[in-house]
């Protein structure tokens, strides 16, 4: 029986992370960096994805930059590619690259946020990257995996793809009203339905399978925003960027041998009630 320790070490496995210059994105990179794994960071913005790379080097860990963009066949198979001539395998796949519409002035300026008024054109574009993408990447994974004989891939969800959004948050008086689009919480949900038909069809691979949802995540969002989350939240705040990273080493590792199918949600108690 192994060890606690050894159930976490990741030395020897090579890691892709989709959206690995974003907010969870880099800091999965760093945390399985961490472990001992070999890290791709891969974004779709070269120059934050060679920073976050970098970082993880300066810090003693393994890691590579590649430029990566999910909805293109090409892209993906590039990034695999490299994957595998730089560190000889792919052993973990994390799927977090996203949209996740945040309403500024620029976005604002360009369409309503209205579901009778939301265009097919933003619908599209978050299916494209946010679903579409998943499936891509892990196509193209898989085949890897199969070779293998192995494999992990961890899908990124949020509560929004469990339970409805609450469009009382993103209310201002004063101001026109404003939602959290429609497109973000389908494809999350549709997240869940790829992780589960991938568990369920590779599990005589050896490839296992499942999803992590965080809550929300303290980003300089406006006090008003960060009140009224936190007073829906049973923790009575918001996470922290960091706080994802234990559950996301739990679900790489093999400290979750026997776990595929399922849904870790680290939400602070949000959808508990």
């Not at 929300?216 to 922290?240: C, H």
């Not at 960027?241 to 949000?270: C, H, I, P, Q, R």
Request: net charge negative.
């Amino acid at each position: 029986m192994a060890t606690l320790a050894k159930s976490f070490d990741l030395s020897g496995r090579a890691a892709l992370i989709t959206g690995a210059a974003g907010l969870l994105g880099g800091q999965f990179s760093q945390t399985l960096a961490q472990a001992g794994a070999s890290v791709m960071v891969a974004d779709l913005d070269a120059s934050l994805a060679e920073k976050a790379a970098e970082d993880i080097k300066i810090a003693g860990g393994k890691a590579q930059s590649q430029v990566l963009d999910v909805t293109e066949s090409v892209s993906i198979n590039e990034a695999i590619s490299q994957t595998v001539e730089s560190f000889g395998s792919l052993d973990i796949l994390v799927n977090s690259a996203a949209i996740n519409p945040s309403f500024d002035e620029t976005e604002r300026s360009k369409h309503s946020s209205a579901f009778e008024d939301y265009p097919l054109e933003a619908w599209n574009k978050s299916l494209e990257v946010n679903l579409s993408g998943a499936f891509l990447t892990s196509q193209a994974a898989v085949r890897q995996m199969l070779k293998q004989d192995a494999g992990v891939i961890v899908n990124i969800c949020s509560t929004y793809g469990l339970v409805g959004p609450d469009q009382r948050l993103y209310r201002r008086e004063g101001q026109p009203p404003e939602f959290k689009p429609v497109d973000y919480s389908v494809t999350k949900a549709g997240i869940l339905g790829l992780t589960r038909y991938l568990a369920a069809y590779y599990g005589k691979e050896n490839i296992r399978v499942n999803a992590l949802t965080p809550g929300g995540v303290a980003n300089a969002q406006d006090d008003e925003f960060q009140k009224a989350y936190s007073a829906r939240a049973i923790l009575g705040r918001m996470a922290d960027k960091d706080e994802m990273n234990a559950a996301m080493l739990f679900l790489a590792s093999d400290a979750s041998s026997y776990m595929t199918g399922a849904n870790l949600v680290v939400d602070g108690g949000w959808t508990a009630w």
